[in-house]
């Protein structure tokens, strides 16, 4: 049951889980919040087990045992995971409304219900509210998982309902020996890490989908715009269609190490040291003060997108590429 196991850097939450299991103290909500990419929703994942499984023990569910079996097959009829149809969209209110029903049910095998919300920020006011009866009346023995990286966004009254279980990112040591076990070519664990500010599950998907590789093509892209090689309305034709969130995380990070440069930081203290050169050029053009401006207009960009936005791509990365060219003119 890989996928229904902690991570080793998970280990006192998991205490805390255990003891409030063992000693009758379970809440019926809890809310799993802290910085993406480091296993909150896995974690979830190996409590419900937990939670269901006939034989548990202290490092978690036994693994063989009939609940544990359902749940491997993805059939366990008292256990639902409820996450939006696409990623980035909001989860569906008819969604919420079924669980009212699911949390009130007897639970078939005789023991709990487990439900997990992931990422349970996505929701639109209505579905919030409607999660928000829930919460007010679970059912007995019902359990609510909820997760989340952008607790804030959630309604107070939801937060206020959930025990808080808080996930921070790994020591750098546990992450970066937990890498290198996951990958091929260990080669790049310490600029992965670097990239993804030290959570190990985000720098796994940097390795898996090349995106080291297309960080570099971003960064080629800017160099040709600097240099007038390819015009901003080009260069947003081939990036227009990419995870756009992602792409201007990646500018504001090189804004941001070119801010440290003019103010006279260290390269070692960088985390895009790959790309030095395009950095000392940004910091010689423009001043720190120009430098955070820009840095928190693309902020506000990437935040309409995350709040679902309705942002033309193409519009948005002409935009994005024109101020780009500005710096250096
Ligand atoms: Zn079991």
Same mark, same amino acid.
Do not use: K, Q
């Given at each position: 049951m890989k996928d229904w196991r902690i991570f080793p850097w998970q280990n006192t939450q998991w205490q805390q889980m255990v003891h409030c299991q063992q000693t009758g103290n379970l809440a019926h909500a809890y809310l799993l919040r802290?910085?993406?990419?480091?296993g909150k929703l896995q974690f979830a994942k190996a409590l419900s087990a937990y939670l269901l499984c006939?034989?548990?023990q202290t490092t978690g569910a036994?693994?063989?045992?009939k609940e544990c079996e359902l749940l491997k097959a993805g059939t366990h009829p008292d256990f639902t995971l409820v996450e939006?149809?696409?990623?980035?969209r909001p989860i569906r209110i008819d969604r919420i409304r079924k669980l009212n029903e699911f949390a009130h049910k007897t639970a078939q095998q005789g023991g709990r219900r487990v439900i997990i919300l992931?990422?349970?920020?996505?929701?639109n006011v209505n579905a919030a509210n409607a999660l928000l009866k829930c919460l007010e009346e679970p059912g007995d023995d019902t359990v609510f998982l909820l997760v989340s990286a952008? %607790?804030?966004?959630?309604?107070p009254t939801i937060r206020s309902r959930c025990q808080q279980l808080n996930f921070a990112t790994p020591n750098r040591a546990d992450a970066e020996q937990w890498l290198a076990s996951q990958?091929?070519?260990?080669?790049r664990v310490v600029q992965l890490l670097d990239l993804t500010a030290n959570a190990p599950l985000e720098a796994k998907r940097f390795a898996d989908q090349g995106l080291l590789e297309k960080r570099a093509t971003l960064a080629d892209g800017l160099k040709g715009l600097f240099k007038g090689k390819v015009t901003p309305v080009e260069l947003a034709k081939t990036w227009q269609s990419e995870d756009l969130v992602l792409t201007i995380s990646w500018i504001m990070g090189w804004l941001d190490d070119a801010v440290k440069l003019s103010l006279n930081?260290?390269? %070692?203290?960088?985390?895009?040291r790959d790309q030095l050169k395009m950095l000392e050029y940004l910091a010689r053009k423009c001043d720190a003060r120009t430098l955070l401006q820009e840095r928190d207009w693309l902020m506000s960009q990437r935040q309409s997108l995350l709040e679902g936005?309705?942002?033309n791509p193409q519009m948005l990365m002409e935009g994005v590429f024109c101020r780009c060219l500005d710096w250096v003119l």
């Open positions: 802290g910085v993406p990419g480091t006939m034989n548990p036994c693994g063989h045992c939006p149809d696409d990623p980035g992931n990422p349970a920020e996505a929701m952008r %607790s804030g966004d959630m309604l990958l091929e070519d260990s080669s930081g260290s390269p %070692s203290d960088l985390r895009n936005g309705n942002l």
